[in-house]
């Protein structure tokens, strides 16, 4: 069983005027494996902070706080390690790039998990359809 742990984050972003601006204010949440949660508020209170903070986004400095996954700390790791972990974004709208299937995208992403491609889930075909 996985544990997101977040305990008393503060996170600030640096504005364009070079003003360091105070976001996340403590926020303390504990997700387990299979739990839902949904995360509400109005528009600027930090819900898209808190998505791009644990994903890694290197605009946002956390300021005092730590997330933790299974006890392991997630603010030591790269984007490409929370990813690997299950920490990511992902569009809600994905553009679609020309040439690329859905199946090829997927296995691309299961071959650099796993080192190797995927077995194709019906076999080798080993004759020609009629």
Do not use: W
């Amino acid at each position: 069983m996985s544990t997101l742990e977040i305990k008393d984050l503060h996170v600030s972003i640096e504005t364009e005027q070079g003003v360091k601006k105070q976001i996340l204010k403590g926020v303390s949440l504990t997700i387990n494996t299979g739990e839902t949660h949904a995360i509400m508020g109005p528009n600027g209170s930090g819900k898209s902070t808190l998505a791009s903070t644990i994903a890694g986004h290197p605009r946002y400095t956390v300021d005092s706080g730590s997330i933790t996954l299974d006890g392991a700390d997630v603010l030591d790791m790269s984007v490409d390690e929370r990813a690997r972990a299950g920490l990511f974004l992902a569009m809600q709208y994905p553009v679609e790039v020309p040439g690329v299937t859905m199946t090829n995208f997927l296995r691309t992403a299961k071959t650099a998990l796993d080192g190797e491609a995927p077995r194709c889930a019906t076999g080798p075909r080993t004759s020609s359809p009629p």
